[in-house]
């Protein structure tokens, strides 16, 4: 199985900043199969990024995902108020298994 | 618009059973696979099992292997969950999710659209 661990935990910051989130993989993610996820209190999961680094339909372009292999990066390039959330990244290469989540909160 | 509306959860004893079920709307629903995620209280997401739009293949995390039971009815355009012998560690907010029409493997795959989740409560 491979274990996905998100960093940091918890990211402070103010809207109009720039967030920088982490996801590393136990080992390497065949053909970058990683996606990320916003989850916002109370809601269903969205999906943001997958393939990497492809925006899903409908997500702003302030949003942007980049890695391969082991190691992933979701930014954010100018917080708004409805990004303070939660954040998870997902591998499906082999088989799927979701990282435990970074807390995006007001600074 | 693509919508995914779970039922059947609620409060079970250890060992009980229960039965979930996701009615798909917007889309052509045997063309996708189809999957459920849980997420326990507090925690983050767990995969759990996939069925494949129209040749029945289906996959289980280890963790429900033997015990949960992943069905669809396409003329119904219904996705089912039979929970059987159920522990305290499966209470958790299921949803039902769609594979992302986007990519071209049905599994596995990221998730492009969610259910709003039904909750699941294991206790005595």
């Known amino acids: 199985e491979i274990v996905l661990t998100q960093s940091p935990g918890t990211l402070s910051l103010s809207p109009g900043e720039r967030a920088t989130l982490s996801c590393r993989a136990s080992?390497?993610?065949?053909?970058?199969?990683l996606a990320w996820y916003r989850q916002k209190p109370g809601q269903a999961p969205r999906l943001l990024i997958y393939d990497a680094s492809t925006r899903a339909t409908g997500i702003p372009d302030r949003f942007s995902g980049s890695g391969s292999g082991t190691d992933f990066t979701l930014t954010i390039s100018r917080l708004e108020p409805e990004d303070f959330a939660v954040y998870y990244c997902q591998q499906y290469g082999s088989s799927i298994t979701f990282g435990q989540g970074t807390r995006l909160e007001i600074k | 618009e693509v919508q995914l509306l779970e039922s059947g959860g609620g409060l079970v004893q250890p060992g009980g059973s229960l039965r979930l079920s996701c009615a798909a709307s917007g889309f052509t629903f045997s063309n996708y696979a189809m999957s459920w995620v849980r997420q326990a209280p507090g925690k983050g997401l767990e995969w759990v099992s996939v069925m494949s739009g129209s040749s029945g293949v289906t996959y289980y995390a280890d963790s429900v292997e033997g015990r949960f039971t992943i069905s669809r009815d396409n003329s119904k355009n219904t996705l089912y969950l039979q929970m059987n012998n159920l522990r305290a560690e499966d209470t958790a907010v299921y949803y039902c999710t769609q594979r992302n029409p986007e990519t071209s493997r049905w599994f596995p795959s990221s998730f492009a659209n969610w259910g709003q989740g039904i909750l699941v409560t294991v206790s005595s």
């Open positions: 080992q390497s993610v065949s053909s970058s199969y």
